[in-house]
């Protein structure tokens, strides 16, 4: 199929040929386009007359057939075509080893193909003029067998690579994939000291670092979570204590059964179950089991409600500032709760004056956004340093390492404060403190327009 695709395009280049040289046969550019037809398409010419007399040859060819015809054969070619009604085709086998031309075929592989195509063309003159064309065709059997062992090789050599390319690649990326496989199985033993290796391809060096800044995060957890329990355990004792202690008081000294002593077991076991009932709170709130009930509610109002809730507190001073009442959308009872743990908040750490300030503030709408309320609670206590402004929101977070026990609530409730403003769509926090000068908690929210 090769030899006849190939036989064509040799073929139909020779009858091109013909035609641009039977069509410039009077030209003056004639001796310009033969050359370049035998340049170009490695083809020999030869003009001549009817008797046989050669006007114009090109011979580029070896072992053309056309250079070698005498003036009797070149009149022969002029008859044959002639008969033929003005062109003539032949072809004859050359076999390059031995140097023979010969008709047919045969099997040899390395016989050589001769075509010699011929035209008589007229000139204006009417004198006419045989042209012949002589061409090779090569035989492709033994350049096809020539490239199948160049195309097995490179195939071969090709496949070869591949592989040794493939093993390197697979190499650069299981091995640091087995390094992180067998430092997560350490990370999943609880040794959160372990270190990914980042080395390797980008994702694979990303993936680590993630691992990395996770095992760094569950070891502060963990610690932290050591840290609470011990403080936890540190708040149930106190309590516990107190109630044991002046039980066993009241049942072996008569005289100290007391209204006061009792008040005192009463207000512990109050204390106690507020503590208890602060952790749950936190778990049901970061697990999402307790439901937002969300309404349109006077948070000023509700500021003031709790505020009578520490009317007792004799020895402290809480100012609310508050110039209109202002309508909010949310959950009642938990925004209750967020006063009440940042006023708790500020007593536990309140300052020499013993004084707590709640603002109110009205924020006008900017650049379309709704109007806000904005709720300060200041004390004037020893401040927050600010390299911990933003972990003091965090799960079992504790500025003051050496923990000690909150005057008012059970000190964890800037967390659930976190927790439940998560909740309500639009609600901002925050806190400013400076060390010496106490701390300013706020938070923002929406104010609900009946429209």
């Known amino acids: 199929m090769l030899n006849t695709f190939y036989r064509s395009i040799k073929i139909h280049d020779i009858e091109n040929s013909l035609k641009d040289i039977s069509d410039n046969i009077d030209s003056d550019k004639l001796s310009t386009v033969l050359k370049n037809v035998a340049n170009d398409k490695q083809i020999c010419i030869t003009l001549c007359t009817q008797d046989g007399s050669v006007i114009y040859s090109i011979d580029v060819l070896p072992n053309c057939i056309i250079h070698e015809l005498s003036s009797y054969r070149l009149a022969r070619a002029y008859e044959l075509t002639v008969q033929n009604g003005g062109t003539f085709i032949e072809r004859t086998m050359f076999n390059e080893r031995k140097s023979q031309f010969f008709l047919g075929e045969t099997d040899d592989p390395n016989q050589i193909e001769s075509v010699i195509y011929t035209k008589i063309a007229t000139t204006k003159s009417g004198e006419n003029i045989l042209i012949l064309l002589n061409t090779s065709i090569s035989p492709v059997v033994s350049t096809v067998q020539t490239l199948k062992v160049q195309l097995l090789w490179i195939t071969v050599i090709m496949i070869v690579l591949a592989v040794i390319m493939a093993l390197l690649l697979a190499k650069n990326l299981s091995s640091p994939i087995v390094k992180i496989n067998k430092s997560a199985k350490v990370l999943a033993q609880g040794k959160y000291d372990v270190d990914f290796d980042a080395s390797g391809y980008r994702e694979i060096a990303e993936l680590a670092n993630t691992l990395n800044y996770a095992a760094k995060e569950l070891s502060k957890v963990e610690a932290l979570q050591r840290e609470l329990i011990a403080n936890i355990s540190h708040d149930l004792r106190t309590p516990l204590t107190m109630i044991t202690g002046y039980a066993e008081v009241m049942r072996d000294i008569p005289n100290e059964n007391t209204p006061e002593n009792v008040q005192i077991i009463i207000d512990e076991a109050k204390r106690l179950t507020t503590l208890v ?4 709170d936190i778990s049901k709130l970061q697990s999402g089991t307790i439901p937002f009930n969300g309404e349109v509610l006077n948070l000023t109002e509700n500021i003031r409600e709790i505020l009578t809730r520490y009317t007792k ?7 609310f500032e508050a110039n209109e009442d202002i309508y909010v959308y949310g959950d009642a009872l938990k925004l209750s709760q967020v006063v009440y743990n940042l006023i ?25 956004k709704q109007n806000r309320v904005r709720i300060e609670v200041i004390d004037t206590g020893e401040g927050i340093e600010q390299s911990k402004l933003n972990d003091i929101w965090e799960r079992y977070y504790k500025v003051d390492k050496n923990h000690k026990r909150a005057a008012i609530g059970t000190g964890l409730g800037l967390n659930i404060v976190k927790t439940i403003l998560d909740m309500h769509q639009g609600a901002t926090y925050g806190v400013k403190s400076q060390v010496g000068h106490g701390s300013t908690f706020w938070f923002e929210l929406n104010i609900y327009h009946n429209e």
Not at 313 to 318: G, M, R
């Open 277 to 280: 009932n602060d952790v749950l």
């Open 313 to 319: 507190l004799t020895e402290y001073k809480i100012i």
């Open 344 to 368: 708790n908040n500020a007593l536990t750490y309140i300052g020499e004056d013993k004084t707590v300030t709640i603002k109110q503030i009205h924020i006008p709408a900017v650049n379309g």
